[in-house]
């Protein structure tokens, strides 16, 4: 099953940047669309970012603009570059696989963005 290694988050000041990644195995990773995920305190996880296994991207309207997903085939990895951060895009960022309209239930254990006003 697949395995995720989230890295990257940190403590930013607000329109600040900070560059995500995620290390993906157990999984032919070109087969599969990825995405990122975030989970802010008292809130259900929400998608942020998709990129199919072609590298076309789709974002939440919350994020557009200011947030870039990228895959590198060759290395297993996704990154989420994110820009102009606000204090709302605090949460733990998770990355995962799409297996077709589903995404795994194997979660990593996520990075941390804190951004402070």
């Known amino acids: 099953q697949v395995q995720l290694v989230e890295s990257g988050g940190g403590l930013v000041q607000s329109g600040g940047s900070l560059r995500l990644s995620c290390l993906v195995s157990?999984?032919?990773?070109?087969?599969?669309?990825m995405g990122w995920f975030r989970q802010a305190p008292g809130k259900e996880r929400q998608m942020v970012a998709r990129?199919?296994?072609?590298?076309?991207?789709l974002y939440a309207d919350s994020v557009k603009g200011r947030f870039t997903i990228s895959r590198d085939n060759a290395q297993k990895m996704v990154y989420l570059q994110m820009n102009n951060l606000k204090p709302d895009d605090t949460a733990v960022y998770y990355c995962n696989a799409a297996y077709g309209h589903n995404w795994s239930t194997n979660w990593g254990q996520g990075t941390s963005v804190t951004v402070s006003s």
């Open positions: 157990g999984i032919i990773f070109r087969n599969h669309d």
């Open positions: 990129i199919s296994l072609g590298g076309y991207p």
